[in-house]
């Protein structure tokens, strides 16, 4: 079943009935497929609340502020090269050394971990990111934690910039210009639920969801003077983004380096 209108898309993502997905399981320690298997995106249920507690434990030390002021000062001093950017930032909040190690890993992990499309080159990754999570967390559900944050964070910060530049021009605010990015082309386009009473598989268009005429006024026009709208991007119900404060000062901070370097020139 597709899903394209948004009062239904936030019926099925505030029904239980509705579950991820599922993911492999049984696969060697270390691995992508491993991984998809331990973490709260892929879960339901009473696992699911742990595993999101245990993510949102660091979330809760972090500061938005913080992160957006780092991330301006690493963009800045890489004079407007901001790739990997918000991956070091958020590394270095969680107890992560060695960013350089850190990103090549997280950048080759983060397409599977989304797709769940396994490669020797995933698990190396992911083997590589548990290994610097040693230093940084206590047990094995804390790292797992940790990683996950990470390659949660990389496309989605990384594609809501890429997207918000796309549509950037003089005088828009950057908060404006990333809160009408995350409504009107979204870095994850589509999201995935299924009913687990008849097995069938619910797609929910985000995109489609996010220009509900129903919703929206004018939804196809892209306005950042909208503010701060009901879109779907980071998710809602019963599983909303833990992260979405965090993401959003990310690439927050990345922006706010460019317009300056921009306005330098």
């Not at 998809?36 to 009473?46: D, K, Y």
């Not at 002021?69 to 890489?78: C, F, G, N, P, V």
């Not at 040693?134 to 910060?157: F, M």
């Not at 549509?167 to 299924?194: I, N, Q, S």
Request: charged content about 25%; some cysteine; hydrophobic content about 45%.
């Amino acid at each position: 079943m597709l899903v394209t209108r948004h009062s239904e898309a936030c019926s099925v993502l505030a029904d239980s009935r509705y579950v991820p997905p599922p993911v492999r399981q049984g696969a060697p320690v270390g691995t992508l497929a491993w991984l998809r298997a331990r973490v709260s995106r892929f879960s339901s249920g009473e696992e699911h609340a742990r595993r999101r507690a245990t993510l949102s434990a660091p979330l809760a030390r972090l500061g938005p502020a913080a992160l957006r002021e780092a991330a301006r000062a690493l963009t800045a001093a890489r004079r407007g090269e901001w790739r990997d950017v918000p991956t070091e930032v958020l590394g270095e909040a969680l107890g992560f050394a060695e960013p350089g190690r850190l990103a090549e890993a997280v950048r080759a992990a983060a397409p599977g971990y989304l797709s769940g499309e396994e490669s020797g080159a995933a698990d190396a990754a992911v083997a590589e990111l548990v290994k610097l999570a040693e230093r940084a967390a206590g047990p094995e559900d804390e790292r797992i934690a940790l990683v996950t944050l990470l390659l949660q964070a990389h496309a989605s910060v990384e594609g809501l910039i890429g997207n918000a530049l796309a549509h950037a021009a003089p005088g828009v605010a950057v908060d404006d210009l990333l809160h009408e990015t995350l409504r009107h082309d979204p870095p994850l386009k589509v999201t995935r639920r299924v009913d687990r009473e008849s097995g069938d598989e619910v797609v929910i268009d985000l995109v489609a969801a996010n220009r509900d005429p129903e919703v929206f006024a004018s939804p196809e026009r892209f306005d950042p003077a909208r503010g701060e709208a009901p879109h779907l991007t980071f998710g809602a119900g019963l599983r909303p983004c833990p992260a979405s404060r965090h993401a959003l000062a990310l690439a927050a901070g990345v922006l706010d380096a460019l317009v300056e370097i921009g306005a330098g020139r």
